[in-house]
Structures are given as structure tokens and as C-alpha cells.
């Protein structure tokens, strides 16, 4: 599969495929897994609080990838190339503008919801949006 661009009403938009798309998420969950064991070895050695120390590191590492999608790239869009922004700002050819935190946070929620089968509808959209794109407002572009 290619890379596209899509020319819709003047606007051009180099989007991912699928394949490059996988990888990009299959390297920031194998980051995130790291993270969680890490975390967990790092728990294991205070005798007192655990489940609270727990609670609070799965949800910053859960927070991983809608934080620095929000704030600029994760490691596994930066190794791809790849960036997430509003897809309005894309769309009306302004400035491209992050994602903000809460549609980050909606993205990577609708994208955990609806699993790869969000993914498989990047070929059926002019802009090669997923699901959990359109859901957020977002679109992922090479940067």
C-alpha cells in the first residue's frame, strides 16, 4: 500500500496508509507496556500505598499517548514521521493546530474502544481518516 494524497476542493493531505499506521501504534503500545512493567518492578519495592501509587502510574501512562499527541508528536508517530491535528485547521488550510488535550483524550479512547477495525476504514475516506479520527476531529498526516 502507498502513501496518498488527496486533493479535495484545493486541499492537499499526505496521509499515512494502513501498514504505517499499525506501526506507529504497535511501537507506542510496545513503549507503553514498557512503561507499565517498569512501573510496576518500581512499586513493588514500598511496602505501604501500592495500590495507590499503582492507580496513579497507570493513569499517567495511560495519559501517554493523548498528552504528547495533544502537545506535538508520541515516540512512535515521531520515528514514522507522522502528526495528528485538527483536521479543520488542515481542512480550511490555516495553520495546522494540535489536537486539543480533550479531543486527544476522546481520540485515544475511541481508538482503544474500536481497536484496529477504526483503522480499516482509512481506504474508504478521502482524508484516510479512521473512525476514531472523525469521532475527535482529528487527522494524522505525514509531518
Known sequence: MKETTTTTESLAVFTPNLITRIKTTFIDYII?????????????SFDTHQSLIQLILVIVIISYEPILTSFDQTIGQKIM?????????????????????VNAYFR??????????????IRSNPFGKAIHDKLSGSVMTFK
Do not use: C, D
Not at 81 to 101: A, M, P, T
Not at 108 to 121: A, D
Open 81 to 101: 514521521g507522522l502528526k495528528v491535528y485538527r483536521f479543520n485547521s488542515v481542512k480550511n488550510e490555516i495553520s495546522e493546530q494540535n489536537l486539543s488535550l
Open 32 to 44: 507503553m507496556a514498557v512503561l507499565f512493567i517498569l512501573a510496576f518492578k518500581f512499586v513493588e
Open 108 to 121: 485515544f479512547v475511541f481508538k482503544i474502544l474500536l481497536g484496529f477495525i477504526s483503522l480499516f476504514t
